[in-house]
């Protein structure tokens, strides 16, 4: 901590310690310093970096005295106040022309607006109300030789918030401003900001439609020595505000009304008038250029002449000052109560070399803030102590309601004299007005005038004689009488404002209601002093009913610039500020004060005995409650009805034990509240429970005895079924049992009567009757059969259809008989030789039916046994006799060469020789293929005298008719074995020593369908028979 941050621990007490402790604290840049819950604050004149967003995080919702001195301190502790004890508040921002008021009341806004409730609705009330600034700031606010951006209007912000501290809007109230700066500009300074940021920052377009021109010597009401500030960048300033009129809630129509207004303005400045003398001797005014009247009336939309009438009858008169406005105090009604923080910022104290009816006013609205400080901080404080009845020993100061008489007061004050003169009839002037000042004050120590009764300022030549001089409180102003009068009377000819009624601007319309001819009020409007007074005695019973909040603003040099401390000029503010007796009461006094109840209620629940209810007198109870909390005796003192807390910290010792005690509290009643709200859940759940469980019983009982239920319908049905049964055994039985005896019964009834009824039937009549059917049948049938007998042919194979079923085997008899009978007709025919023919084809058919391919072929051929006609023919004539015998068989036959396999006609060159001969003991058996060809093998007895050359292979077309006839010899010879007969597609035969295969193929029928034969080593003879088709 640099130097001392709260003044009251300033050791030792002096103005030069106060002084030194300032200096030393300005000169490390901490501007702000306390004395007590006072803030002074240093203008630095430089921007410092003590604003950030971190710093209002920082103070957020700490103790005052916890960190160093700052303006959000104070802010804060304004801002909890008001939200957490429901005390409105009010900040009162103090000090001379330039000390930094209306920087720390943005600043306050500022770091309420940040710390406040957050959402889209309370953002945009904080936008609006930090919005109006730049807006009142354009219009208000102009560059004086003390402050480049001085107030020339006092305003007072009531900021509302609903119970939880969000801001809901504001209310703002201006008071009196400094019109006379529209038309006249003290040397080195300018007039309102928005004309020159009109100029340099609208477009060139805009500045087309205003028809106005950017540079700014063009017009006669901005002065042109101090146009540019430095510093001031007008066109951002322009653009700044024409942003924060449309964040305000301004319609761009509206806007542009505005705009024409302050060029029609501009105009005005430029009309000049010249003096015309009339006929009748009168002065009248001419205006010399009509251009600019043009203009404007096309601007505002008045007719010229209208304004032109207007200008030339009356402005003389009103010496052309009578432009604008009053801005009279609006002070809005709020109908539900709302929490409200006010901001107070008005002009502060200035001493101009030529000070007027303006500055009058302006130093009275500082008396009088400076008296509400006194009032509140000094005198009431100081008188509290001794209504109380605490020990206090009176501290010195000088009390300013003397001046705020001299101004005031109803009787003689200045402002009443002002009115006085303004309504008296006759001739009436500043003189007249000062004369009656010079006898009506003269008497008052804080009025000075050279002609005043008052002989001791004869002499003063620094006093003129049109001007009278009051000793503020922060100084000795001058003031020219000079346009007092009519600044007072604030009259605006109803010429005027009827013409300016006229137009067709909604805005002007709206500025002038007084014009309206059908409204005409022939009442005198109260006097700009009289309005004022009462404003200001309206905004001091409104202050007074808010907790204050003092920031008091120090002006450290006449330079306008930063790192001077002027100790002179500093002293001077500190002295008329009062703040060494307001560091002195408060050493002496106490912090904090509070009657008992309030502060019973407040830290009742600190003690056991006072929590929850005390039931003595409040007093009482807050000795209870000091004592328990053992805070020492010095630190506190009981007055009358009040308590008095010597330091804060003591305050903040309560507040925290408070802040620590509701915290249990909440978490008491969290906690009985948690319990009754799970007691109530658990009920509920218990009571849910119940009915589930209820439910699910009846659901579980409900399915265990449909289970139950259907079993026992199964067992039931098993049951019955197994009685059922039973039964139907016995049933059945018994009905069995019961048709055995009808049976029986039947039987031996039928036998009964039968027995007893034979006699009389005709007994056997039935078998007869079918016997006589059937015989009838039976020669119908035969009789039928013979009638369509087939023919005797063996071969027919007709038969007459069966007639009737029964006769299904007989009939098949029949023809079986019929074809025996048939055949051995056939047979009772033949003749002998006829008969062996066909014996012998008997034969053949039983060894080779089905057995040999050849067969078939061979039926249809008569067996004719000699076909050489051996005895007929002289050609076998030889061989003839060489045989015995009857010859069975005489034929050609194919030799197989047993060598190669190759065919030899055995008649050729052979004819009639024996070549070979075999007795038929010799052969034991023929081997044939079963195939068609004519091949066969005679196999002889191996040893014999035949066999010496091996078996025969020969072929003949004859073959089924030669292995017939062997057979049959072989057959009826006694004497000789049966010859056995091979049917084979492979057999063997003995060609001398080898014993060669004959084996038969099916080939493709070659060279006309005959049959080769191929020895094909000496083990195989291969013979191809062409397939039959
Ligand atoms: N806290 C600050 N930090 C930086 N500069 C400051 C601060 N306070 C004031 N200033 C500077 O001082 C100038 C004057 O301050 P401001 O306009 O607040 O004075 P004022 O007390 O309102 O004067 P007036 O009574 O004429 O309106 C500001 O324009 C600004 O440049
Ligand atoms: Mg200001």
């Excluded at 000390?99 to 953002?123: D, H, P």
Aim: charged share 30%; hydrophobic share 35%.
């Amino acid at each position: 901590m640099i130097g001392v941050g709260d003044m009251v621990l300033l050791e030792p007490l002096s103005e030069d310690s106060f002084l030194e402790n300032l200096k030393k604290r300005f000169d490390h840049s901490e501007i702000y310093t306390y004395i007590g819950s006072v803030v002074i604050s240093m203008n630095p004149y430089r921007s410092l970096p003590i604003y950030t967003p971190d710093k209002v995080e920082e103070y957020r919702n700490r103790n005052f005295y916890e960190l160093s001195p700052h303006i959000y301190a104070l802010a804060d502790e304004a801002y909890r106040s008001l939200r957490d004890q429901d005390k409105d508040q009010c900040i009162l921002i103090t000090g001379e022309s330039g000390a930094g008021k209306t920087e720390a009341s943005k600043l306050v806004m500022s770091y309420v607006a940040a710390v406040c409730g957050k959402g889209q609705e309370v953002n945009k009330v904080k936008e609006q109300l930090l919005q109006s600034n730049p807006v009142l700031e354009a219009f208000g606010n102009a560059k004086t030789v003390r402050n480049d951006n001085s107030s020339r209007f006092g305003k007072y912000m009531d900021i509302e918030f609903d119970f939880k501290g969000d801001p809901l809007g504001g209310v703002i109230s201006n008071y009196l401003l400094e019109k006379s700066r529209v038309v006249k500009q003290p040397r080195g300074e300018r007039n309102f900001h928005v004309f020159y940021q009109l100029l340099s920052g609208a477009s060139d377009d805009t500045l087309k439609k205003l028809r106005l021109h950017r540079d700014v010597s063009k017009y006669n009401y901005l002065s042109l020595d101090s146009a540019v500030v430095s510093g001031l960048d007008d066109a951002a300033n322009f653009r700044t505000v024409r942003n924060a009129m449309q964040i305000v809630g301004f319609m761009e129509d509206e806007v542009q009304s505005v705009l024409q207004l302050v060029a029609a303005v501009l105009k005005l400045g430029n009309i000049e008038f010249k003096p015309e003398s009339r006929c009748n001797g009168t002065d009248e005014s001419r205006i010399k250029d009509k251009n600019d009247l043009k203009e404007m009336c096309e601007l505002l939309g008045i007719e010229q002449s209208v304004l032109e009438r207007a200008f030339s009858y009356r402005t003389v008169e009103a010496k052309l000052e009578k432009v604008s406005t009053t801005l009279n105090v609006a002070q809005a009604q709020t109908k539900t109560r709302h929490k409200v923080m006010g901001v107070l910022d008005i002009y502060g104290f200035e001493i101009f070399e030529d000070n007027s009816f303006e500055q009058f006013i302006i130093n009275y609205c500082n008396e009088k803030l400076q008296q509400i400080f006194i009032e509140l901080t000094l005198r009431e404080e100081q008188e509290e102590y001794v209504r109380e009845g605490i020990e206090w020993t009176n501290i010195e100061y000088f009390n300013n309601a003397v001046i705020c008489d001299l101004i005031e007061n109803n009787k003689n004050g200045i402002l009443a004299m002002l009115d006085e003169e303004c309504l008296r009839p006759g001739t009436v002037t500043d003189e007249t007005f000062l004369d009656k000042l010079n006898t009506v004050c003269a008497e008052h120590q804080h009025f000075e005038s050279r002609l005043s009764k008052n002989s001791k300022f004869l002499t003063d030549h620094s006093l003129p004689h049109n001007c009278f001089r009051i000793q503020h409180y922060a100084g000795k102003v001058l003031y020219r009488v000079e346009g007092f009068m009519d600044k007072n009377n604030d009259l605006l000819y109803r010429d005027l404002s009827q013409a300016m009624y006229k137009a067709n601007h909604s805005l002007i319309k709206q500025l002038f209601p007084e014009g309206n001819p059908a409204k005409v009020n022939l009442k005198r409007p109260p006097t700009a002093g009289f309005q004022f007074r009462a404003s200001v005695s309206t905004l001091m019973k409104n202050l007074q009913t808010k907790n204050p909040n003092y920031i008091r603003c120090i002006k450290p040099n006449d330079k306008k610039a930063p790192h001077i401390f002027t100790e002179s000029l500093i002293r001077h503010q500190v002295r008329y500020l009062g703040l060494m007796e307001n560091v002195r009461v408060r050493r002496a006094g106490y912090a904090f004060r509070q009657t008992y109840e309030p502060c019973l209620e407040r830290y009742k629940m600190l003690c056991k005995r006072t929590w929850p209810h005390w039931r003595g007198r409040a007093r009482e109870g807050v000795e209870v409650l000091m004592a328990d909390l053992q805070v020492p005796a010095e630190e506190f003192s009981y007055g009358r009805s009040k308590i008095f807390i010597r330091n804060p910290r003591t305050l903040f010792f309560l507040e925290e034990r408070r802040r620590q005690c509701l915290q249990d509290l909440a978490t008491l009643i969290q906690k009985i509240y948690r319990g009754w709200k799970c007691r109530s859940h658990f009920l509920l759940l218990k009571k849910s429970q119940i009915v589930v469980a209820a439910w699910y019983r009846r659901y579980a009982q409900q399915k265990k005895y449909q289970r139950i239920k259907s079993a026992t319908t199964v067992v039931q049905s098993y049951a019955r079924g197994w009685q059922a049964r039973k039964l139907l055994r016995e049933l059945k039985y018994q009905k069995r049992c019961e048709e055995a005896a009808t049976t029986i019964a039947a039987y031996w009834h039928g036998t009964q009567v039968r027995r007893e009824y034979r006699k009389f039937f005709r007994a056997h009549a039935g078998k007869k009757i079918y016997d006589f059917t059937i015989q009838r049948i039976m020669q119908k049938y035969f009789l039928g059969l013979r009638n369509n007998l087939p023919s005797m042919s063996p071969i027919d194979k007709n038969w007459p259809a069966r007639t009737y079923l029964f006769l299904d085997g007989a009939h098949a008899e029949l023809r079986r008989i019929f074809h025996l009978w048939r055949c051995k007709k056939y047979r009772s025919q033949f003749t002998e030789e006829r008969k062996a023919v066909y014996e012998e084809k008997l034969e053949a058919s039983e060894i080779f039916k089905d057995k040999k391919a050849l067969y078939p072929s061979s039926v249809s051929q008569p067996f004719k046994g000699d076909y050489l006609e051996i005895s007929k023919n002289p050609k076998y004539q030889k061989l003839n006799n060489a045989v015995d015998e009857k010859v069975l068989l005489a034929d050609v036959v194919n030799k197989i060469n047993r060598a190669n396999g190759k065919v030899r006609k055995m008649n050729k060159g052979l004819q009639g020789q024996v070549k070979a001969s075999v007795p038929l003991p010799d052969l034991t058996s023929v081997s044939v293929s079963t195939q068609s060809d004519g091949f066969f093998a005679l196999k002889l007895k191996e040893g014999s005298a035949s066999a010496v050359k091996g078996d025969f292979l020969l072929s003949s077309e004859h073959l089924i008719e030669i292995i017939t006839k062997l057979h049959r010899i072989g057959a009826t010879a006694t004497d000789r074995e049966q010859l056995s007969i091979d049917i084979s597609d492979e057999f063997l035969v003995q060609f001398k020593q080898d014993k060669v295969c004959v084996k038969f193929v099916q080939g493709a029928p070659k060279n006309g369908n005959s049959v080769s034969c191929k020895r094909k080593n000496n083990r195989l003879l291969e013979v191809s028979v062409p397939a039959t088709a």
